[in-house]
């Protein structure tokens, strides 16, 4: 089956089930919505939980550390997809930029985390594969926990695909950071296979030693005392919040769209989305992806720098956001008010603080931006690697433990980087390096 020919039926059947299909979203995203909102009521005390190694009461239980001395680079939203309509980074015209700049980075011995959103699983058709996948997806999901081993095969190939269309940057990946430790990840939504612990052991096969985990703590070691015996606490949990200077994490967890076990809306409408981009005649009309107009913003000072907010009866807004920036930060602000000091979120200056917060999911990079009151916030988005000829990625500074936000662009002389900084409600362009 070809994919316009698979694209077509879903199409028809799309619109055919409109009447019945939309009133059963709506529903099914007010429930997520309030999922969500109750979420972001205990943001605070999964920081803490996560912090001091115990459970979290939200569904993001993995953790890893790494320590905040090094030169670290951020990257998210790459959604490395199989040939074809899917290539995402192919149809940007990214994948040689991003090869060459983490060149760069493994040359300078930077490690490396990969924040979500990697290899997508999310996406279906584009290719006689990519229909082929989208009906293995759904035969399994009738199927239930019979159609498991299928199922995780079926995972497992689409993987082994994927890693075979990006083969020079999982060679880079494994020989340039894995090999010596330096590579790291994390599971955002559209990786949400890494739930399953063999298909991160798969995982393995093409990245030997990766761990994926849903939060990564960059942890000061000079403000760690303990130092735990086989039967003591981790490296870092005694002191909590107060040695963390920042927590890394894809970003999703307060998405009512797209969050851990309430992903349905946000999976209909990927599925519904590759389907009209594949339909014959559209020519790619209904893609979604950033154009050069996105990237012109960003070298402009034009970008925007505040956080996103929400109508809070959906979850969404009218540029289909779905993750409420606005109501997390004030809620973690009310909550530092209050019993910051208590619960250990002190800063190294004595202020009372979080550690920064670097997510990416939302595609859109940021760098302390601007909250609902005009004042900025201990936040930095990476953005994402799916710009038109440019990525965004964030550069963990070692001396004054705090991020910088970048973008490189592709030139006829090579990759160039520029810093990006906070200006207002915007950000502007520091300078080259």
Not at 158 to 187: C, K, P, Q, S
Request: net charge negative; charged share 25%.
């Amino acid at each position: 089956m070809t994919a316009s020919a698979w694209a077509v039926l879903k199409a028809s059947a799309t619109v055919m089930g409109g009447p019945v299909s939309l009133p059963a979203m709506v529903l099914a995203g007010r429930r997520a919505q309030r999922t969500a909102l109750a979420r972001i009521d205990r943001f605070d005390e999964h920081l803490q939980a996560v912090a001091e190694g115990r459970r979290s009461p939200l569904p993001a239980p993995r953790r890893s550390r790494l320590s905040s001395d090094r030169r670290i680079v951020i990257t998210s939203d790459l959604h490395r997809c199989v040939p074809g309509r899917l290539d995402w980074p192919a149809r940007q015209r990214t994948k040689d930029l991003s090869l060459r700049v983490m060149s760069h980075y493994a040359e300078q011995g930077w490690d490396l985390i990969e924040n979500g959103d990697v290899e997508d699983f999310w996406l279906v058709g584009g290719s006689t594969w990519g229909a082929m996948y989208d009906v293995g997806r759904i035969a399994g999901g009738v199927g239930g926990r019979a159609a498991d081993a299928p199922r995780r095969g079926l995972m497992a190939e689409h993987l082994d695909r994927i890693v075979d269309n990006n083969a020079a940057l999982y060679r880079l990946l494994d020989e340039g950071f894995a090999a010596d430790g330096r590579y790291h990840r994390t599971m955002g939504n559209h990786d949400d296979v890494y739930e399953d612990e063999q298909m991160v052991q798969h995982l393995r096969r093409h990245l030997p030693g990766t761990e994926v985990v849903d939060t990564v703590l960059l942890t000061a070691p000079e403000r760690v005392t303990s130092r735990p015996g086989a039967t003591g606490p981790r490296w870092g949990d005694r002191e909590g919040l107060a040695a963390v200077d920042a927590v890394v994490a894809h970003g999703h967890l307060t998405d009512a769209w797209n969050g851990p076990g309430t992903a349905l809306l946000g999976r209909i409408i990927t599925w519904t989305a590759t389907a009209f981009d594949d339909l014959p005649g559209l020519n790619g009309a209904t893609n979604p992806l950033p154009d050069e107009e996105a990237v012109g913003r960003l070298l402009t000072g034009r970008a925007r720098n505040r956080l996103i907010t929400l109508d809070p009866r959906i979850g969404g807004n009218r540029r289909f956001d779905s993750l409420d920036e606005e109501r997390l930060f004030s809620h973690l602000a009310a909550v530092a008010t209050a019993r910051g000091e208590a619960i250990g979120a002190v800063r190294p200056d004595g202020s009372v603080g979080w550690p920064w917060l670097l997510f990416d999911h939302t595609h859109l990079p940021m760098l302390s931006p601007l909250d609902a009151t005009g004042s900025p916030v201990r936040y930095a988005n990476s953005g994402t690697s799916l710009l038109d000829h440019a990525l965004t990625s964030i550069e963990w500074d070692p001396a004054r433990r705090e991020p910088r936000l970048v973008v490189w662009t592709d030139e006829p002389d090579g990759p160039r980087r520029r810093e990006l900084i906070a200006d207002g409600a915007h950000l502007a362009v520091l300078d080259d390096a």
